[in-house]
T-cell receptor, first 112, second 115 residues
Framework: GAGVSQSPSNKVTEKGKDVELRCDPI?????LYWYRQSLGQGLEFLIY????????KSGLPSDRFSAERTGGSVSTLTIQRTQQEDSAVYLC??????????FGPGTRLTVL | GDSVTQMEGPVTLSEEAFLTINCTYT??????LFWYVQYPGEGLQLLLK?????DKGSNKGFEATYRKETTSFHLEKGSVQVSDSAVYFC??????????????FGKGTLLTVNP
């Protein structure tokens, strides 16, 4: 069946612009997670959704970062006023419950 | 808080060599432990897991044993293949603070296997 998909696969933007990253989880998975993979920091947790609610936003690095999930499905991670340090691969994962997390291929964000 | 430390790479081996990638963790409580693999150009995939002390996870010839006394979860394979070339991540979930969903990752180890 279809796995987790993310779009775009690559995004190049200029410093100060806003970007939106999209995640389509596996159908029926109630839990959704965003992580960030960067050279300096490794893989970091950003936010966790259960349904449309986000009980844990503790990993969001600043108030420029926000995320939402609608219909218990698609999620969007928005970064406002991007900075060069936001350059990273943003990974989305989903799981049917608190269980194995299935990862998408990621969105590579480059901020010039 | 929780943390995972894994051996620095890169690791370069010849085909059929023995592989060990060390992983140790810091967490209170009883975390579950995982190894994920990221093949070139692909997303993270779960390789194996163990949910309690002395459990052994295994998959594709890889093994790791959950050692609570040494807080370790070392990854091993008896005979590596070129196709095993990838980045390997050790991770835990469900340690201190009652976070039973958030994965905490090590920094990853790049393995290159030469023919």
């Amino acid at each position: 069946g279809a796995g987790v998909s993310q779009s775009p696969s690559n995004k190049v933007t200029e410093k100060g612009k806003d970007v939106e990253l999209r995640c389509d989880p596996i159908s029926g998975h109630t839990a959704l997670y965003w992580y960030r993979q960067s050279l300096g920091q490794g893989l970091e947790f950003l936010i966790y959704f259960q349904g449309n609610s986000a009980p844990d936003k503790s990993g969001l690095p600043s108030d420029r970062f926000s995320a939402e999930r609608t219909g218990g499905s698609v999620s969007t991670l928005t970064i406002q006023r991007t900075q060069q340090e936001d350059s990273a691969v943003y990974l989305c994962a989903s799981s049917p419950s608190v269980d194995e997390q299935f990862f998408g291929p990621g969105t590579r964000l480059t901020v010039l | 808080g929780d943390s995972v430390t894994q051996m620095e790479g890169p690791v370069t081996l010849s085909e059929e060599a023995f592989l060990t990638i060390n992983c140790t963790y810091t967490a209170t409580g009883y975390p579950s432990l995982f190894w994920y693999v990221q093949y070139p150009g692909e997303g993270l995939q779960l390789l194996l897991k163990a949910t309690k002390a002395d459990d052994k996870g295994s998959n594709k010839g890889f093994e790791a044993t959950y050692r609570k006394e040494t807080t370790s979860f070392h990854l091993e394979k008896g005979s590596v293949q070129v196709s095993d070339s990838a980045v390997y991540f050790c991770a835990l979930r469900g340690g201190s603070g009652g976070s039973n969903y958030k994965l905490t990752f090590g920094k990853g180890t790049l393995l290159t296997v030469n023919p």
